[in-house]
């Protein structure tokens, strides 16, 4: 068992490096402030830093080599992987902003590797009895971004300054988001889309577009594709599924049927799986382009 500490309890102004009995090479390095509270049922792994006032309660587990800065706070179950880094005053694992919520429930923040999280950003746990919020790994998340309950964030995404995320809302991988963008409960967000900052979104955001104004694309992300490797004729298929679903006049419904007469790359499938599973939100319209609401308002 890793050691678990009730309180830092160094006599130095500097943040000390102490061995501490560990269960690997025998010991475990950790460097925490004097005026750090860690939980005694608390878990953290080696080489962990812990800044000034830092707070870190009971049943929360930290990875190896993470930085947890000054007036952070890890609260409740927070799991946490390697080498993430918790800005100043963030504030992790915080019961919902839900009034259905019930602070006897149990509930989870589920965290990855790698991650940014910079000051302030504050991260509510899952509402419902077993649930969890969950962040992938490679995520950087700037300054003041919040995500409600039971927001799901895949891998390397990256949400500018103040980004504010509703309870289930659910991104992919790669997406970016400008800063103060807001999004409404239970929307998706698709892989590698990137989203104009200032702005607000209630419907479903497909794969691989670009957010242009209030739930409104402007095409693919061709740039931010090319970037990451994506090939030429792969773009072209996207863009070919896009026109499809936003140009050629057909309803969501129609546009899905008519894809399955053809053959489509890995990306353009994904964009057309997006758009073909059912969503309350409905999908965001096209500039230049006709509603095209949600499967079920549109249906053939």
């Known amino acids: ?30 460097k925490i402030h004097p005026t750090a509270l860690v939980g005694s049922k608390a878990r953290l792994g080696e080489n962990v830093e812990v800044g000034a006032y830092a707070i870190i309660e009971d049943h929360v587990v930290v990875g190896d080599d993470c930085t947890i800065q000054a007036h952070a706070i890890l609260t409740d179950r927070v799991n946490l992987g390697a080498r993430n880094f918790v800005g100043y005053g963030a504030v992790i694992g915080s019961a919902p902003q839900d009034f ?15 991650n940014t999280f ?16 969950h962040i992938g790994s490679s995520n950087f998340l700037m300054a003041g971004v919040h995500l409600g309950h039971n927001v799901r964030v895949g891998d390397r995404n990256v949400m500018a300054n103040n980004c504010l995320l ?8 790669d997406a970016v988001f400008g800063g103060g963008s807001v999004f409404h409960q ?33 095409g693919i992300n061709s ?23 936003y140009r050629s006049g057909l309803n969501v419904s129609q546009a ?20 073909g599973d059912r969503s309350k939100r409905g999908l965001c319209n096209a500039r230049g382009s006709s509603s095209v609401g949600t499967v079920e308002e549109k249906g053939a």
């Open 1 to 30: 068992m890793r050691v678990q500490l009730t309180r830092a309890r160094f006599g130095s102004r500097v943040q000390p490096l102490t061995l501490l009995p560990g269960d690997r090479f025998g010991f475990i390095l950790l």
């Open 100 to 114: 259905d919520h019930s602070r006897s429930i149990t509930s989870q923040v589920v965290i990855g590797d790698d």
């Open 118 to 133: 910079r000051e302030y950003v504050t991260i509510h746990r899952g509402t419902k009895e077993g649930s969890a919020t």
């Open 166 to 173: 509703a309870g289930y809302v659910h991104v992919g991988n």
């Open 186 to 218: 239970f929307l998706r967000v698709g892989d590698m889309s990137m989203i104009r900052g200032g702005t607000a979104w209630s419907k479903d955001i497909p794969p691989y577009t670009v957010g242009a104004i209030i739930n409104t694309v402007c």
């Open 223 to 245: 740039v931010g594709m090319r970037r990451k490797g994506i090939t030429t004729p792969a773009r072209a298929d996207v863009k070919r599924a896009y026109n499809l679903l």
């Open 256 to 275: 899905i049927k008519e894809s399955q007469t053809s053959d489509w790359s890995p990306e353009a499938g994904g964009f057309l799986r997006f758009v």
